[in-house]
Each structure stands twice: as C-alpha cells, then as structure tokens.
C-alpha cells in the first residue's frame, strides 16, 4: 500500500516539476525539437532494418543486421515489409 502512496508524490512531484519547466517557451521548443529528432532516428532505424546490406551507415547493429540476413534470417525484413504495407494502406485510406 505504501508503494502506491510513494508511487503517486513522485508522480506529482515529477509533473510539478515539468510543469515549472515547460512554463518557458525556449524549453518547449527544445522539447518539441528534441521529439522530433527523435522520431526521426526512429524512422531511420526501421528503414535501415529493411535493407540491411543497402545501407550506407556502418554502425554496429546494422552491420549485425547484414550477417544475420545473410545467415538466412528473414525476421527483421519481413518486419519491415509488414509495417510498410500496413503504413501505405492506412495513407491510402486516409486520402480516400
């Protein structure tokens, strides 16, 4: 029982405290740009991921990604080709 009482002031405490943060527009932005860039990497990852031997970057788990298709792993690919044509069919319905 105690743990959600100590649960929920860290959680009040916490939002006081993004609260006051975020009252300065300048802190805003830099959130807002620091999501954004973040979304970004995101999209780059999951697009590496589909083709892993086509990628220019040479980081470690995209390296990993290569040998392990060429291994004969399908996972990651089959991962990316799923979502990318469940993203073109919601766009199309969304333009329809």
């Given at each position: 029982?105690?743990?959600?009482?100590?649960?929920?002031?860290?959680?009040?405490v916490?939002?006081?405290?993004?609260?006051?943060?975020?009252?300065?527009?300048?802190?805003?932005?830099?959130?807002?740009?620091?999501?954004?860039?973040?979304?970004?990497?995101?999209?780059?990852?999951?697009?590496?991921?589909?083709?892993?031997?086509?990628?220019?970057?040479?980081?470690?788990?995209?390296?990993?990604?290569?040998?392990?298709?060429?291994?004969?792993?399908?996972?990651?690919v089959?991962?990316y080709?799923?979502n990318?044509?469940?993203?073109?069919?919601?766009?199309?319905?969304?333009?329809?």
């Amino acid at each position: 029982m105690k743990k959600r009482y100590v649960l929920s002031a860290v959680g009040a405490v916490g939002a006081g405290i993004a609260s006051y943060y975020l009252v300065d527009s300048n802190n805003r932005q830099k959130l807002k740009d620091m999501a954004k860039n973040s979304a970004k990497n995101v999209n780059r990852v999951f697009e590496n991921a589909g083709v892993p031997d086509q990628s220019s970057e040479q980081e470690l788990d995209q390296l990993e990604n290569s040998k392990m298709v060429s291994e004969g792993s399908q996972f990651g690919v089959q991962y990316y080709n799923e979502n990318k044509n469940e993203n073109s069919s919601e766009q199309q319905q969304n333009t329809n």
